[in-house]
């Protein structure tokens, strides 16, 4: 009877080694916890509905966030709707000649900490509903984002703004900016 009861502990924590959740492998029961090794997992569907071991707490590792800055015809030209839209430079003629295709877009998170750095990128004229004959410049850049409560956005020396990650996520990561 003495060596059953040291016999069957032994048992027992072998046969829970063998059946040991590891990432990506099926699992049994949705949001069932569990370690693979020392990383915590916990049981999800995938994309075709199966039921898979997941790291806990993982989500999409970076957002795509397009922010859309438009220079209005104003701005270029000040004025003056004779301007050709063949002839349109964006960002070189106006009064806004800081902002060409090299200005630099900085985000940082809510503590101040470099998430990412890029340009604005080509500007695309765009006609202007006020006029048939001149343009706006839109500018379109689309900047990959890790997670961040909070994101401040500074373009060249202008926008220095803050958004929440709800707000991004409310505005289905578009940002719409304008100068006139």
Do not use: H
Not at 52 to 79: C, D, K, M, R
Not at 116 to 122: E, K, R, V
Request: hydrophobic content about 35%.
């Amino acid at each position: 009877m003495l060596i059953m009861l040291l016999v069957m502990p032994i048992e027992v924590s072998l046969s829970s080694q063998a059946s040991a959740a590891k990432t990506g492998s099926t699992c049994k029961k949705l949001n069932a916890k569990g370690w693979d090794g020392d990383k915590p997992i916990v049981c999800k569907k995938n994309k075709s509905g199966k039921l898979i071991w997941t790291v806990f707490g993982n989500s999409p590792s970076t957002y795509n966030l397009s922010i859309s800055l438009v220079v209005y015809e104003s701005a270029i030209n000040s004025g003056k709707p004779e301007l050709d839209i063949d002839r349109l430079t964006c960002g070189s003629v106006g009064q806004y000649k800081d902002l060409n295709r090299k200005t630099q877009i900085e985000i940082r998170d809510g503590n101040g900490g470099l998430l990412a750095l890029s340009a604005l990128g080509t500007p695309t004229a765009t006609p202007n509903q006020s006029y048939n004959s001149v343009s706006d410049c839109l500018y379109q850049p689309i900047i990959k984002l890790k997670k961040s409560e909070f994101y401040q956005i500074k373009i060249g020396t202008r926008y220095d703004q803050l958004f929440s990650f709800q707000n991004l996520v409310d505005e289905q990561w578009k940002i719409l900016l304008a100068i006139d």
